[in-house]
């Protein structure tokens, strides 16, 4: 069937105006107030795409000859409803739908108004411009609206991904729609040079990407996007996932997939009905998937519309006006009113349906551990049920419309509006979904149009509150097209600017209007940020003594944002403590000790909350665990003697001096003092003892002089702090509340290294300091020539590539490194400043992959890569420098408890990942709810007796062991291997092949 076309009550005035095209009449009617103005509707703005132009660019309209009757709407687009329980699964409209409709308050092309040219939601599949939004709320104003229609479902997107179906054709009609506002607009009244694109919903992502498109620059002003960005799970189709749709579609129609020519000349012929009804196919459960045909890249057309992922474009710096709903979920949780059952076929097919809706099925490789993660935070870990709605609703609400829009709006560099509407009115949109009025009390996804637009031919005109929050945010739309902002200069309220630092923006409520910051922060999942506490950026005093008995069992955390375990800010500044773990008081035995620095990139980390010391504690040493700071509350440096850095190492040190005070009251030596640490805190022991997977040497470990200065500079200026005077901007910065100082870490410009913000804030060389920690570059200075333990895991790299890994699918991260390999290699292995990067980069590739493409199957190689610059090269490289005996191992035992499944569900690459050795050194089996089993258990206790023989004898393998652990030699290179399953080897030479790499850079001052 098609759409009845119609329109609004004309009062029979004659109005023509001229376009490109032809000669327009319009027709007059009524706004809100009773105002007249004119419309002009069913205008082409492109040919009709019809017959041989089907799934083709859209072309600019026919001329005609005489008048053309612009007064009947035009066709609506050929779509299947699908969300509307009343009419779900019918197909309505016309291919021949591309027109839209000009509503002005005069013609004269000397007004010059601001223009708004409206984009309509619908999933990309559903919808109308014209038929559905009455004009007279905005026409009571001095503006010119558009509203106009553009292809949908796979009519409008369906993708091949190359350049015979690129797809993106509902996107290119917009494109087309907005060039012929630019020719024509001045002969309505409008300002060609002061347009606004807006729309709601899918209407909403299509503005932003209009934001983001090339071939859209210029054509327009300012922009908002209503309950709506391009990074909507449903408003996207990553890289190769069109492609499948649209083989699944001619599979099912019954044309040739082999070839896209044969493919497209075959759904030419078919039934725009058919083509369209495919939806239906794609349906999992109720209505989901939500969306089918998206947009997606289409680098490969001849005129590509997205010629890249949508997260590496940049939008254009126009001011944008955006926000959301309170209970966007309701978006779907409304319907399970009509669904028969719904939360009982929900909760009982959770883990398989939760992916499906949220759309992450397809983008992510941990599903299983997402959805239990969101189950978790949203659920509380219950069933869903009537008592749980809320709940799901707000999950669903965030993952499709909140946290998407956050992410596009840190990527905008221009001024940004922000709201976030909690107004309950007499109507809502809640029961156009459901069968209910009122499902939960709250604003449903679409609830703030019933204001901007008029619906009384369906709902009863607003009346008293509803009257006047109608006409404030349509009076605060016009001014946005007007003045490119909200509120100008002498309206009654400011609203703020959002930026990254400052997350203001205003809530419409049932009281009134109130600004806010930051968004959200206590409801949000995936932004869940915390955190209010002075900061401090000084070296650490002693202690203050205290009275009586001071009881502790649990030492705080140091804050952290970082954190791999976490999703929120975590810890407190006063956080310098440790833990003493001793076997008895009541002797006189003084034993050896160990003092542990934990690891975590010098960004996150803990000591006693993270190493459980049971497994240490079976034999007699005294254990000490120390918290220290970190990230910038750590590390932060002017390389000046007021801010000098390394305030994290300088807590260890205070550390070290405290345990020589006081050891001995908990019956440690303090002659006999052993210090260990894995990653980051091994990498602070310079002149330290035990060093698993880091040393000073890496370049990991120390930030080269000058960057660390203009990183503090970043960080004053983005907090309002000076930056010409260090004095004055320490006073600021302890001023400053610790969450704003932590939310560096969230911005673009903080992350360094290719968005890895682990490496911001490092030790640095401190020579300017009144105190110096680190006088000069580590490679200079002589390690006292103590017994020294160390060694690597076998794929330690894996904790940067397995990222990679945990990427969704559409990001292709490896393509990103094969096309961008010499721009991203000095980055992420710290030679970026290198007069020879490029040559570095080029030995590199054909080293590590030869001439071979880099793919998905390039993971081993690319984390020997990472395993190799960050801790196999440093190792050797500072096992050159030591005198002292050194006992190297590596660590590639397989178990089923490993940091690998992080990144992954199952085991990708053979080996031990980054600190899989301390799973075996410190009680920490509740991180993977389950035990050791017996190889497990027999590997954790030799482990142990051999690092705590060292602690106590110097040697791993003193005189009566069984088992002897070979001290290393420059030249021999002899070391201990644990195998994959458990047994210990010696073996000769570190990977011989590879270190001989590296070594050859070196030789060449390269590196």
């Not at 095209?21 to 082409?44: C, D, M």
């Not at 940049?314 to 409304?334: D, H, I, Q, R, Y």
């Not at 459901?434 to 619906?455: I, Q």
């Not at 807590?651 to 006081?662: E, G, S």
């Amino acid at each position: 069937m098609q759409a009845a076309s119609s329109g609004p009550d004309i009062i029979q005035i004659e109005f023509i105006t001229e376009t490109t095209e032809g000669l327009l009449q319009g027709y007059a009617l009524k706004a809100r107030n009773g105002r007249t103005v004119i419309g002009f509707s069913g205008i082409p703005y492109a040919k009709p795409p019809i017959g041989a132009l089907r799934f083709q660019d859209p072309e600019p309209p026919d001329k005609w000859d005489g008048i053309r009757q612009a007064q009947i709407y035009g066709n609506v687009c050929v779509q299947l409803i699908n969300l509307i329980p009343a009419v779900r699964n019918i197909i309505i409209g016309n291919e021949d739908c591309l027109y839209l409709t000009v509503y002005t308050p005069k013609i004269s092309s000397s007004s010059q108004y601001p223009v708004l040219v409206y984009f309509h939601g619908g999933a990309f599949a559903f919808g109308f411009g014209e038929i559905a939004h009455g004009p007279g709320f905005f026409m009571d104003h001095d503006v010119v609206l558009v509203t106009i229609n553009y292809r949908l479902g796979s009519l409008g997107f369906l993708s091949m991904e190359d350049e015979l179906l690129p797809g993106n054709f509902g996107l290119k009609d917009q494109n087309i729609a907005l060039k012929w506002v630019q020719r024509n607009i001045n002969n309505f009244g409008g300002n060609p040079n002061k347009v606004t694109i807006m729309g709601e919903s899918a209407g909403g992502a299509s503005v932003y990407y209009h934001m983001i498109s090339p071939l859209s620059q210029g054509l327009y002003h300012g922009a908002i996007s209503q309950s709506g960005t391009a990074f909507c799970p449903w408003a996207y189709s990553a890289p190769g996932l069109a492609r499948k749709k649209a083989i699944k579609t001619a599979d099912i129609l019954g044309c040739p997939t082999d070839s896209t020519v044969d493919m497209v000349e075959c759904l030419k012929i078919k039934h725009p009905y058919d083509i369209i009804g495919v939806h239906k196919n794609f349906i999992i459960w109720q209505n989901d998937p939500l969306t089918v045909f998206t947009p997606s890249p289409d680098p490969k057309a001849k005129n590509p519309f997205l010629p890249d992922e949508i997260h590496k474009l940049f939008p254009a710096s126009v001011p944008w006006l955006t926000g959301c709903n309170n209970l966007e979920g309701l978006l779907k949780t409304a319907g399970f009113s009509v669904f028969r059952n719904s939360e009982k076929e929900l909760e009982k097919q959770f883990s398989k349906l939760i992916p499906q809706i949220l759309m992450y099925s397809d983008t992510s490789s941990n599903t299983h551990e997402v959805t239990n993660k969101l189950r978790r935070f949203y659920l509380d870990d219950n069933p869903v049920s009537s008592l749980t709605l809320r709940n799901f609703t707000e999950m669903v609400g965030d993952a499709w419309f909140v946290w998407p829009m956050i992410r596009s709006l840190k990527k905008h560099k221009g001024n940004n509006y922000v709201y976030y509407n909690t107004y309950i009115g007499k109507e809502t949109l809640q029961s156009l979904f459901s069968s209910y009025r009122n499902v939960l009390n709250g604003t449903a996804h679409g609830d703030e149009t019933l204001y901007l637009w008029d619906y009384s031919s369906v709902i009863e005109p607003h009346k008293g509150e509803d009257l006047k929050f109608s006409e404030l945010l349509t009076k605060l739309w016009v001014n946005f097209a007007t003045n490119g902002t909200p509120t100008p200069s002498g309206f009654e309220f400011a609203w703020p600017i959002w930026t990254a630092e400052h997350n203001k923006y205003v809530i419409f409520s049932n009281k009134g209007i109130s600004e806010a910051e930051p968004f959200l922060e206590d409801q949000y999942f995936f932004l869940k940020r915390s955190g209010n506490v002075a900061c401090g950026i000084q070296d650490p005093l002693p202690p203050k003594p205290w009275n009586g008995t001071l009881t502790k069992k649990v030492s705080k955390l140091c804050l952290q944002y970082l954190h791999p375990f976490y999703t929120k800010v975590i810890g407190s500044e006063d956080c310098l403590y440790l833990t003493v773990y001793t076997p008895k008081l009541n002797t006189t035995t003084l034993f050896p000790v160990t003092i542990y620095f934990h690891g975590g990139a010098f960004a996150f980390g803990a000591g006693q909350l993270e190493h459980g010391a049971q497994y240490m504690m079976d034999h007699n040493i005294v254990l000490v665990q120390v918290e220290y700071r970190l990230g910038a509350m750590g590390f932060l440096t002017m390389e000046d003697h007021v801010m000098s850095g390394n305030m994290g190492l300088k807590d260890q040190l205070m550390a070290l001096k405290w345990v020589r005070n006081n050891i001995a009251q908990f019956h440690g030596d303090p002659n006999k003092v052993t210090l260990m640490g894995d990653s980051a805190g091994a990498a602070s022991l310079f002149r330290g003892v035990i060093s698993e997977s880091g040393v000073s040497l890496a370049p990991w470990a120390i930030t080269e002089p000058g960057v660390a200065r203009r990183t503090a500079i970043k960080t004053a200026k983005s907090l309002k702090c000076p930056t010409d005077n260090t004095y004055e901007m320490l006073h600021c910065l302890q001023s400053v509340e610790v969450n704003n100082i932590l939310s560096m870490y969230q911005r673009d410009d903080f992350l360094m290294n290719c968005g890895n913000p682990l490496f911001t804030f490092l030790p640095i060389i401190d020579s300017n300091s009144s105190t110096p920690f680190l006088p000069q570059n580590p490679f200079l200075m002589e390690s006292a020539p103590v017994p020294w333990l160390t060694g690597c895991n076998s794929i330690d790299g894996f904790v940067l590539s397995g990222y990679f890994v945990s990427l969704p699918k559409w990001i292709n991260f490896y393509g990103i490194i094969d096309i961008a390999f010499n721009q991203l290699m000095p980055k992420f292995l710290f030679y970026n400043s290198n007069k020879h990067a490029t040559e570095i980069s080029n030995k590199i590739r054909k080293f590590y992959f030869g001439n071979q493409e880099i793919t998905s199957s390039s993971l081993k190689n690319l984390t020997n890569l990472f395993s190799d610059r960050f801790f196999f090269w440093p190792m050797m490289e500072s096992l050159k420098l030591h005198d002292g005996p050194s006992y190297v191992y590596n660590f590639a035992y397989n178990s089923n408890l490993s940091y690998q499944f992080d990144h992954t569900s199952v085991r990708v690459l053979n080996g031990s990942d980054h600190e899989d050795e301390t799973i075996f050194l410190w009680n920490v089996t509740h991180r993977f709810n389950q035990s050791f089993d017996k190889n497990d258990l027999e590997l954790s206790e030799h482990l142990v007796k051999l690092f705590v023989d060292f602690v106590s004898y110097g040697t791993p393998t003193p005189a009566e062991s069984e088992f002897k652990w070979p001290q290393w030699n420059n030249h021999d290179q002899r070391f201990i291997s644990f195998g994959s399953n458990g047994t210990i080897i010696q073996d000769q030479k570190f990977y011989p092949h590879r270190m001989l790499f590296w070594s050859s850079l070196k030789q060449k001052e390269l590196i």
